[in-house]
């Protein structure tokens, strides 16, 4: 299948580790924010998203911490599965447009 | 991948023609989105379409078409003006026109020999 983690960032953890994906997002005025899970070949899955009037936003072993103040958006995965391998993905929507901007990813690797 | 669904999963073509990449969905979305997407980079995008018979262009809109005809239907023409065609193409679709929760179709790995 299509490899999409080519020279990616790259994130190296246990299994039941606890992992942080980091986001820097470029424009203030952005008001929306996704994390997407993209697994070898296939399309992104949704995994959580925070508007810009939240600061926090826990989902199931997900948690999505928005930090405005210096533009930083970051994913937390609690007890990492080998599952959870894929590569990560931010995007932002700036406010008023019906687009996203997309990251280029992290790449996250799971050891059992 | 949800309601969306993209064909063909594999695709070659020579160089010089032009192809059209299929993507329907049948979750009653409003807009829909084409992205490429190349490897080690996030997704680009291409064109999208908030109603039926209108479609703006994105990012790299150059040497690539679309038409909407339909609410659930957004194919993708990359014409043999597309310089480096070869890359894997994402369809998505939203509830609304901005741009909460996209969901993705499985792609398509477009080949051009």
């Known amino acids: 299948g299509e490899s999409v983690g080519l020279h990616l960032p790259t994130l190296s953890v246990q299994e039941g580790d606890n992992s942080i994906i980091n986001c820097a997002y470029s424009?203030?005025?952005?008001?929306?924010f996704i994390w997407y899970k993209q697994e070898s070949g296939k399309g992104p899955q949704f995994i959580i998203d925070?508007?810009?009037?939240?600061d926090k936003r826990q989902g199931q072993r997900v948690t999505v911490l928005l930090n405005k103040t210096v533009k930083h958006l970051s994913l937390q995965i609690a007890a990492t599965q080998p599952g959870d391998s894929a590569v990560y993905f931010c995007?932002?929507?700036?406010?008023?447009?019906?687009?996203?901007?997309f990251g280029k990813g992290t790449m996250l690797l799971v050891s059992p | 991948d949800g309601g969306i669904t993209q064909s063909p999963k594999y695709l070659f073509r020579k160089e010089g023609q032009n192809v059209t990449l299929s993507c329907e969905q049948n979750?009653?979305?409003?807009?829909m989105y084409w992205y490429r997407q190349d490897p080690g980079q996030g997704l680009r995008l291409i064109y999208y379409?908030?109603?039926?018979?209108?479609?703006q262009k994105g990012d790299i809109a150059e040497g690539y078409s679309v038409s909407r005809e339909k609410k659930e239907s957004f194919p993708l023409t990359v014409t043999s003006a597309q310089k480096n065609p070869t890359a894997f193409y994402l369809c998505?679709?939203?509830f609304g026109q901005g741009a909460d929760e996209q969901f993705f179709g499985p792609g398509t790995r477009l080949t051009v020999l």
């Open positions: 925070i508007r810009s009037n939240m």
């Open positions: 979750l009653n979305h409003d807009a």
């Open positions: 424009n203030s005025a952005s008001d929306y």
């Open positions: 379409s908030q109603i039926v018979n209108d479609f």
């Open positions: 998505a679709s939203t």
């Open positions: 995007a932002e929507r700036t406010s008023g447009y019906s687009t996203l901007t």
